[in-house]
């Protein structure tokens, strides 16, 4: 039976929070679009007079789609070129959802989405379930065919998974761009000891070119070595411009929630460096450089207005 304008209005109304938990469950915003486009088409094929909770069933639906998307996404991340880092999302993208508690902030927060490549495909599911959507165990249970004592389980060993790596506090938009703006003027001042003055002593920098742009496969650890590499990033070089395909402007902005250093040349995003903050520095600096991760970014800053770059390139 086809689907009445109804059907399809109250399929649209659940689009928005669909997207925000396949993309928190994927890390990928173009694989979230995929499946929740997979889901309207089970939406569509269903007999949908007979659901009696349309936004449960579109829910489970999704979630197990994503559950089975993270399963070959393992095997073909083994496969893939350097480091996998997820696709980051600039401020203001309506993917990142709802961002009213200091839990849903955190579960789409640059770094802890990275962090969630180490749980299991279950357990990332009831950590975003439960952290960022407030589900109740009860209907996360029947999400995933589980009891509510495991799901309980589950999220305790996601939590702790999380908790281990985790070393981010939150920060205001105005004391971000601050810290961008520190950072840069660290990273182009040719003096080392100033970047090292911003970063803690076991600060990391690691990045994601997906093959297509350079990047190294072992990351960079310590203040002193992630001082070195970010003052060699941001000093110019034609054999920087040619990669890129021109003068990259340089814009502090903030992605994921995090502080962040947005590249862009001729309108074109391409890098994304997140920042992870804490009171006693910065503390990771996550670049995405992979083109294919930035398609999203790239629309989202088309859209933005944000005003003239600290630097040009």
Known sequence: MPLTPSDVDRFERARPR???????????AHEA?????ETFLRWHAADVDRIEVPEAWLTKVLTNLCLNQ????????????????????????????????AEQRESVSYAVLTL????????????????????PHREIAEI???????????????????ELGKARSEIDQAAARRIVEEFLAAATSGRTDELVRLLTKDAIAIGDGGGKV??????????????????????????KRAIVGGLPEIHAWAANGEPAVVAVV???????MCLEV?????????????PDKLERATEQWAAASHGEPLLVM
């Open 214 to 239: 350079p990047a190294r496969t072992k990351g960079f650890e310590g203040a002193v070595a992630v001082a070195k590499f970010v003052w060699g990033l941001f000093k110019p070089a034609e054999s």
């Open 144 to 162: 995933l065919d589980i009891t509510e004592a495991a799901s309980q389980q589950i999220l305790h060993r996601a939590r702790k998974h999380v």
């Open 278 to 290: 804490t009171a006693e520095g910065i503390t990771a600096c996550r670049m995405q450089a992979n």
């Open 116 to 135: 969630m490549e180490r749980l299991s495909p279950d357990e990332r599911a009831v950590y975003v379930l439960r952290e960022a959507f407030g589900y």
């Open 18 to 28: 669909l997207e925000a938990i396949a993309y928190r469950l994927l890390g990928s």
């Open 33 to 37: 679009q995929d499946v929740v486009q």
């Open 266 to 272: 001729a309108g074109r995003v391409v890098a994304v």
């Open 70 to 101: 993270l399963t070959s996404a393992r095997a073909r991340r083994e496969t893939y070129v350097g480091r996998w880092l997820p696709e980051p999302l600039l401020a203001g993208d309506p993917m990142l959802g709802p961002a009213d508690t």
